[in-house]
Antibody, heavy 115, light 112 residues
Framework: EVQLQQSGAELGKPGTSVKLSCKVS????????MHWVNQRPGKGLEWIGRIDPANGNTIYAEKFKSKATLTADTSSNTAYMQLSQLKSDDTAIYFC????????WGQGASVTVSS | DIVMTQGALPNPVPSGESASITCQSS???????????LNWYLQRPGQSPQLLIYWMSTRASGVSDRFSGSGSGTDFTLKISSVEAEDVGVYYCQQFLEYPRTFGGGTKLELK
């Protein structure tokens, strides 16, 4: 069974950065894509970007190009997303999701931005 | 970007009745390979989204056959036959034909 285990809740001050992790078990991430999606409080799903862990190639939604940085460590089968220059509207739950059809999701990681 | 627009449900839906959720894309999701690049997800309250349907009409592993997907290149329907309590949540359509991937705004299903 494929499982995605995300890191815990983060509280960040405006202007700082946070780095979220998504550790995969039951599947080699070299063989697929990892997507990241967010959900602001009470809102819908928003695609942030995806990484090909085999070569590090990334694609981002335009609005996240200077906000999110996706990386992956194939030796630990873990994907990462760093969010920089945090603002209050970055407060959201962030999900990682595996494969082109996103058929396996992490449990979500809450990021709260507050001074 | 491809815009995905979802319709609303006449909530609440009586238990045991069927429900149909519509989704429309601003561009055809039908690829030249014959596949339609449309997914459906369910997000139950407090949970992560769960894939229900991919390629417009293929049920994901373990998904009840009460769920079925259909449509054309730009107009899609998710049908839930005999709605049950476990079906409550928000349903999202999503296109994976192009980047950026885009989701519909979500359709909430409440049970009567």
């Amino acid at each position: 069974e494929v499982q995605l285990q995300q890191s815990g809740a983060e509280l960040g001050k405006p202007g700082t950065s946070v780095k979220l992790s998504c550790k995969v078990s039951g599947y080699n991430i070299r063989n697929t894509y990892m997507h990241w999606v967010n959900q602001r409080p009470g809102k819908g799903l928003e695609w942030i970007g995806r990484i090909d862990p085999a070569n590090g190639n990334t694609i981002y939604a335009e609005k996240f190009k200077s906000k999110a940085t996706l990386t992956a460590d194939t030796s630990s089968n873990t994907a990462y997303m760093q969010l920089s220059q945090l603002k209050s509207d970055d407060t959201a739950i962030y999900f990682c999701a595996l494969h082109n059809v996103m058929d396996a999701w992490g449990q979500g990681a809450s990021v709260t931005v507050s001074s | 970007d491809i815009v995905m627009t979802q319709g609303a449900l006449p909530n609440p839906v009586p238990s045991g009745e069927s429900a149909s959720i519509t989704c429309q894309s601003s561009k055809s999701l039908l690829h030249s390979n014959g596949k339609t690049y449309l997914n459906w997800y369910l997000q139950r309250p407090g949970q992560s989204p769960q894939l229900l349907i991919y390629w417009m009409s293929t049920r994901a592993s373990g998904v009840s056959d009460r769920f079925s997907g259909s449509g054309s290149g730009t107009d899609f329907t998710l049908k839930i036959s005999s709605v049950e309590a476990e079906d409550v949540g928000v349903y999202y359509c999503q296109q994976f034909l192009e980047y950026p991937r885009t989701f519909g705004g979500g359709t909430k299903l409440e049970l009567k």
